[in-house]
T-cell receptor, first 115, second 113 residues
């Protein structure tokens, strides 16, 4: 499969659950990102990894914990979330983080609902 | 930090007309300005981008203009077609980095046949 693949596509969880979102890219890119997309709000950058090293944490609460075991895989571990965390979580990748190579390719997203 | 304002929030045009979406940004260090299109239920996809050393860029029916002095950039779509209907997002690089993008809130474009 090509491109950026996210699983699961839909997730419903209670506030006390622990779950994980997974992202995999088959593009040979070196940078991966997590974005949050909520209704009526701009896309919000959460985390950026470059060559498996976190280079950006955009003031995200600790109940969101990213993991990047290699340059092809990115996880977002979720625990004790709040209802306001319900949103579409988009993974993206780019060739790298430098000018000229930072064009984002997005996954289809994981729709999260927190009850 | 960077602030990106996008207008209008909704835009309805007749097929064949032109559509213009405008964005302003606050960070004078911003040097990369992409536009993404997101169809209903689908992922955002890059349609065009421009860097700060260029004032205008065109790709078939789509063009983007950049005015660095005024800190605004615009997306122009000519000869609109129903398949152009989607949400369009502008973005600007921020914090002096190339990878940290701040997005606008989006414009819902509807092209009526």
């Amino acid at each position: 499969e090509t491109g950026v693949t996210q699983t699961p596509r839909h997730l419903v969880m209670g506030m006390t659950n622990k779950k994980s979102l997974k992202c995999e890219q088959h593009l040979g890119h070196n940078a991966m990102y997590w974005y949050k997309q909520s209704a009526k709000k701009p896309l919000e950058l959460m985390f950026v990894y470059s060559l498996e090293e976190r280079v950006e944490n955009n003031s995200v609460p600790s109940r969101f914990s990213p993991e990047c075991p290699n340059s092809s895989h990115l996880f977002l571990h979720l625990h004790t979330l709040q209802p306001e965390d319900s949103a579409l979580y988009l993974c993206a990748s780019s060739q790298d983080t430098q000018a000229g190579a930072n064009v984002l390719t997005f996954g289809a997203g994981s729709r999260l609902t927190v009850l | 930090g960077e602030n990106v304002e996008q207008h209008p929030s909704t835009l309805s045009v007749q097929e064949g007309d032109s559509a213009v979406i405008k964005c302003t940004y606050s960070d004078s260090a911003s040097n990369y300005f992409p536009w993404y299109k997101q169809e209903l239920g689908k992922r955002p996809q890059l349609i065009i981008d421009i860097r700060s050393n260029v004032g205008e860029k065109k790709d078939q029916r789509i063009a983007v203009t950049l005015n660095k002095t005024a800190k605004h950039f615009s997306l122009h779509i000519t000869e609109t077609q129903p398949e152009d209907s989607a949400v369009y997002f502008c973005a600007a690089s921020s914090g002096g980095s190339n990878y940290k993008l701040t997005f606008g809130k989006g414009t819902l474009l509807t092209v009526n046949p």
